[in-house]
């Protein structure tokens, strides 16, 4: 037996570099509200509805995924709280947590956060990944073209009500650099931890340069400037390197930088069905009819589902850094609100 088969007799995918996979990223839409500079295309041209995987389909892949050892599962888009039915999804995958599946959290922009807050707690929701690129309300309406207080109402319903909540900056050069000291001092302040991310090239008019991106040693020299900054150890899987910054935990996530792959646990599926090894993968497998028969015949699909699966996620490439060496810009024409980041 070789490793990939050994693997498949425990159940766990696993790629050539010995990765377990133990994190799905579901994308319920490729829909949102708002149109993040770093983000949507100007002109979407949205997935049709017919085309988009149910949450009957979703459920059963969530289920053969967590018998395949996945533990965390993260709700994303697009804008997750767009798609009808997300709520109950969430009540459905609770189901899950007593066959392995430890978390179900979701990332999202907060802007209806007011209205669902309560209702995504009493479904079992674990916790949220919020956006938030400015305090400026000018700024925030430049980067997102949205209205902050609505995002800052939607973060408040949610701690409120008693979520665990992680912030999520994308900082622009030219954009939103000023933000990142009064970022710190607002989240310390509300108890909330605070992540930047280095800008990727998944915007959708690929429109992405190097010089747009704020890297990790210009986040930590501003932060430096003003706080005592430590690295605190202990980065694991988590994509963000944290620092202990005037008493409070920030993290880094320097996809571009210096790219956190090396112990890559996450897997993707976008809204019909595609699916990627990696954020930045070349090519992705389509799905859908695999996902869509698993509620026909369990028995016989999930057979079928598990070698493809096997055979494309050995085959996840080391990192960023190796496709990026690979093929010139753009990686491919996909952007981060139809992956969901
Ligand atoms: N709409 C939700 C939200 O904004 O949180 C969920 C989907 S969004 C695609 C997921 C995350 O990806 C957000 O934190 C967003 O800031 C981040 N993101 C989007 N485009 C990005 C890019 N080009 N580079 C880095 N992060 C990006
Ligand atoms: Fe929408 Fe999120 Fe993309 Fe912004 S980052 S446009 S909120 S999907």
């Not at 990142?180 to 090239?201: N, S, T």
Request: glycine share 6%; proline share 2%; net charge neutral.
């Amino acid at each position: 037996m070789n490793s990939m088969t050994q693997l498949a007799a425990i159940g766990v995918f696993q790629d050539q570099f010995g990765r377990e996979k133990r994190k799905l990223r579901i994308s319920v839409t490729d829909r949102c509200n708002f149109k993040c500079v770093y983000c949507m295309p100007e002109h979407p041209e949205w997935m049709k509805k017919h085309d988009l995987l149910s949450f009957e389909a979703l459920y059963h892949f969530c289920e053969f995924m967590v018998r395949q050892g996945i533990e965390q599962i993260r709700i994303t888009g697009g804008e997750p709280l767009m798609r009808q039915g997300v709520v109950h999804f969430i009540e459905q995958l609770q189901s899950l947590k007593k066959m392995g599946l430890k978390r179900v959290s979701m990332t999202t922009n907060g802007h209806y956060l007011k209205q669902y807050a309560d209702a995504l707690k009493q479904a079992g929701l674990d916790d949220l990944n919020i956006s938030l690129d400015s305090l400026d309300a000018d700024q925030f309406q430049r980067l997102t073209k949205k209205q902050f207080h609505t995002v800052l109402e939607g973060i408040q319903a949610a701690q409120d009500v008693g979520f665990n909540i992680k912030i999520n900056t994308v900082l622009m050069k030219g954009m939103n650099e000023d933000q990142i000291i009064p970022l710190v001092q607002w989240a310390k302040q509300q108890k909330l931890e605070l992540r930047f991310i280095e800008f990727m090239p998944l915007d959708g008019d690929q429109n992405w340069s190097q010089a747009d991106v704020i890297t990790e040693q210009e986040i930590l020299s501003q932060l430096s400037s003003q706080f005592t900054v430590q690295v605190l150890e202990g980065q694991g899987a988590n994509p963000a390197r944290s620092y202990r910054v005037d008493g409070s935990v920030v993290g880094v996530i320097s996809t571009i930088s210096n790219s956190f792959c090396g112990e890559c646990d996450r897997l993707r599926l976008n809204a019909q069905g595609e699916f990627y090894n990696c954020l930045f993968a070349k090519q992705g497998l389509k799905l859908k009819p695999d996902i869509q028969q698993l509620a026909q015949d369990y028995q016989h699909a999930s057979v079928h589902l598990k070698s493809k699966l096997m055979t494309y996620i050995w085959h996840k490439e080391q990192g960023f850094q190796t496709i990026q060496q690979q093929v010139l810009q753009p990686i491919r024409k996909i952007s981060m609100h139809m992956i969901g980041g």
